[in-house]
């Protein structure tokens, strides 16, 4: 699958009218606060560069407040994260309460993908390719469960984006402090088997596999920093090339539709450089929009660019029971 294979439809709203008054939701109170206020203000401004009568919430209650006061037709949702984020069900299932349409994934599919533990259960179910993974509880004995799994290995918060809360774990003497770190944030942890090799991810709009993007940190690991600070980052697109280019769009496409989600996202995945085994990672439902963000990389490889881009993920707000069809 090249990037010129890629086929996705013109828009189908051509007046911003259509569209009503859209708040861009951002901010909240999640881990990833931040990241969404950057990722916020660039939608905000390409939506209203297209002439979309679009304006700035911070956060869940205030959001309410908006839709009480009968100022909001839909919501751009660009929250990040769990617990004030918007991306583990609450805010979903607040706006079809509400009767008030949303881009994105619906309750079941943020609400599942926000939990790293059971979204691997469920690809693994289906025979889809993910990390052996262990699940740690909180008294768990950390050192039985890397003799387990075999070091080296990630920790993380199993319900966290954005590399928040993530340790990369090569001897026994790091285990400790590697689950305080992760225990910083609610919700249970998990260990994970390390995979040497490229990391890649695959963005999905409208149900399409976009080209993949291949991540080339300029230090060992694709972290916090690499992600959102550092601008020596390399991001290769198209990540793969041929049959696996091909291979990678067709498991995201089969992982994100499994975890029951729509509309538009992000799939991440490690390529284990000895055998070339892609592992699944996660799913993001409302992937960032900085600067520094995959989704615009892919989605400006097939000519589309951001402005082009908010206003096809605003266009999923519009299909019947508010979420993407």
């Known amino acids: ?38 990722s916020g203000r660039n939608v905000l401004e390409a939506l209203r560069s297209r002439g979309i009568d679009a304006f700035a919430v911070d956060g869940i209650p205030a959001l309410i407040d908006a ?15 769990n617990k004030g984020g918007g991306e583990d069900g609450v805010l979903q299932g607040l706006c079809e309460a509400l009767g008030v349409p949303y ?33 740690l509880a909180r008294a768990a004995d950390v050192h039985a469960a890397a003799r387990q799994l075999g070091l080296p290995v990630f920790i993380k918060p199993s319900s966290e984006g954005s590399s928040v809360g993530v340790s990369r774990v090569l001897n026994d003497a790091d285990l400790d402090s590697a689950v305080e770190l992760a225990a910083n944030y609610p919700g249970e942890m998990l260990m994970e088997q390390l995979i040497v090799g490229e990391e890649l ?38 990540g793969l090339e041929g049959a696996e280019e091909e291979e990678i769009g067709r498991i995201a496409s089969e992982a ?44 400006r490889q097939i000519g589309i660019e951001f402005d082009e881009l908010c206003w096809r993920v605003l266009e999923s707000s519009l299909a019947d029971g508010g979420a993407a069809a």
């Open 256 to 299: 994100f539709a499994a975890a029951g989600c729509r509309g538009w996202g992000r799939v991440d995945f490690m390529r284990d450089r000895a055998t070339g085994q892609l592992y699944l990672l996660e799913v993001n439902t409302a992937p960032g929009m900085t600067s520094h963000s995959l989704v615009p990389k892919a989605a």
């Open 103 to 135: 881009t994105g994934s619906d309750v079941l599919g943020s609400a599942l993908t926000m939990d790293k533990i059971r979204t691997k259960q469920v690809w693994l179910s289906l025979g889809l390719p993910t990390p052996r993974y262990v699940r």
């Open 67 to 81: 839709i009480r006061a009968g100022s909001v037709d839909r919501v751009f949702n660009i929250l990040h994260g």
């Open 1 to 38: 699958m090249s990037a010129q294979s890629v086929r996705i439809g013109p828009p189908r709203i051509t007046d911003p009218a259509a569209f009503g008054r859209v708040a861009v939701l951002m901010g909240g109170t999640s881990a990833e606060r931040e990241v969404s206020l950057d």
């Open 201 to 238: 991810t695959v963005p999905v709009l409208g149900g399409v596999a976009l080209p993949s993007i291949r991540i080339v940190p300029k230090g060992e690991w694709y972290d916090y920093h690499a992600k959102y600070i550092a601008d020596d980052t390399q991001y290769l697109c198209p």
